[in-house]
């Protein structure tokens, strides 16, 4: 069924995932042709490829529900952040990214009322003039909350503010964040795309508050952007945001959109209808994969992956469950919500009508709104500004002068770190194995699927299928080369061949981080779903029930200090399906986790001198999740 390979050296790790030539084992595998680098390629240039990572969805001061909450940091600022520069957090204190520069990064501000609350807060400005520039930005959080709340209903409506919808000022600052990704683009070293996130919110939440069922978008081009974006002041259906990139493809404007949070879309980001309740058919599953083949599965606002009432056999499924609607206290519909539900339902309608319109791949980020991304648990700062910045308010320690959480009051920043902020997450990055740190082979990737997503740490992983792999090709220094020409990587499609095909899951831990414990590898059918170790740290063996025994690892709360146990610096397997039909779809990805180590919250504690928040998980297994690869029967 399996079989694993355990090396403890993450150096040996990059070497291998490098293709740089140690002394290999005999391996029975046909030579790979040689490949020629192309004409204008970049010096880090790999025919194999690179894992690059990056964050796909950052917020600045243009964003409504930044500036109002003290962000002032630019597009500039972020990608300087992104660069290794250290900024201003709204709340007084240095940012300063965690693990070194990124290899990509994207501001990604709403394109609804782009720009406008810092031109209303700028003197001699017209918007500047309307009465609601006062109260917007008034002293008295009452008068801040009811503007706010006026923009968000408008947003959440589609129905314009008249006199705050400046279109030029809109247009202008569009064109601003345009050119600071251009500004900051460096074809081999830093990526960046011209980029937006489409705001749209299905329901108005029982509780008046602004949120609802979340159906957010961001918008990415892989090159020219034009001048204007489509908003949900245009209009709230997300089948109209595709219908208009369509158009944008048809005059030369590629772009893809990739929707976050389905964990808060109550039910809706996969339900079986369109938008406005028809049933969906083939021409509604192909232009919804020709325009979102990506959803980002892990965020600051939880993580959609699955839930344990759809998993209940899946041990690690409860992992960052935040389940209440956008800027309410109600709780989500949970199916209809999640990534792995979509993928089996993806799967009963492609066996029963012909077309699955849930084929995606997977990708990470942060939504930071403070523009930069907040990645480790022990250096953590949130995500909305002034509101959330300091560890009082976000819940991990009781409130100034306070020692003991049963003194806790009971006000509206304690409601608010207690039901939204405490249950937020240091996360996440996306991955994607690409030839060149390239904006055209990005994209291409993100076109291919070959993404996988983290919360927050940069493990490498790779994922393979095909019908000839064999154990020797384990060791071997051009595994990748073969694996490549002799199957398809994450994000393809496996046409099958009578027999149970072979899988490769690989995972390299990063050094900044935890060892690593186990490699599964996720199965789902239309009928159900399975989870398989694959890979165990230590060279020990799954059991009957494809579990990895107990490594040893374990935290120190009081301290967070770790011990690794057998933990691993790199895991492989050649697995396959013990359970393997081969006249039925299947859906199969790979999930790494890590040793566990302290959540941020516990981190913040032991630092304040107080006991963890008893409400609060107080250690994380840090993860990362590949895009699927999927088994089609023989014809």
Known sequence: MWKTLTLASTALALVACSGNKTEPAPVEQAAAPEVVVPEGATPGYNADRNAYFGDMHIHTRNSFDAYIFNVRRTADDAYRFAKGETI????????????????????TDHAEYLGILPAMNTKGTALSELPRAKDMFSTDPDKIVAAFQGVGASVRSGEKIEDMYDEPTIKSVWQENIDAAEKYN???????????????????????????????????????????AFSTLDSTNPEDLWDWMDQQRAEGRESIAIPHNSNVSDGQMFRLETYNGDPIDAAYAEQRMRNEPLVEVTQVKGTSETHPDLSPNDEWANFEIYDELLGSYNVSKTSGSYVREAYRNGLKLQE???????????????????????????????????????????????????????????NQTTMNAKNWFSRWSASGLTGVWAEENTRDSIFDAFRRKETFATTGPRMKVRFFGGFNYTDAMLTSPDLAKQAYAGGVPMGGDLVGAGAAPHFIAWAMQDSNSAPLQRVQVVKVTSGGEAVYDAACSGGAVPDANHRCPDNGASVDIATCETSAGTGAGELKALWTDPDFDPAQRATYYVRVLENPTCRWSTWEANRNGTPPNPDLPTTIQERAYTSPIWYIPPA
């Open 88 to 107: 201003k957090h709204p709340s007084g204190f240095d940012m300063t990214i965690a693990g070194g520069p990124l290899d990509f990064y994207t501001v």
């Open 352 to 410: 029963e009508k012909g077309f699955d319109p849930f084929h995606f791949g997977l990708t990470a980020a942060s939504d930071s709104h403070v523009a930069g991304g907040s990645y480790s648990e022990k250096d953590y700062w949130s995500k909305i500004g002034i509101v959330d910045g300091l560890p009082f308010q976000r819940g991990s320690v009781p409130m100034p002068g306070i020692t003991d959480w049963a003194d806790q009051p009971d």
């Open 186 to 228: 460096e074809p081999g070293v830093f990526t960046t795309f011209s980029a937006y996130e489409f705001t749209s919110v299905t329901t108005q939440s029982d509780d008046g508050g602004f949120g609802g069922g979340n159906l957010h978008r961001n918008v990415f081009f892989r090159g020219e952007a034009p001048d204007r």
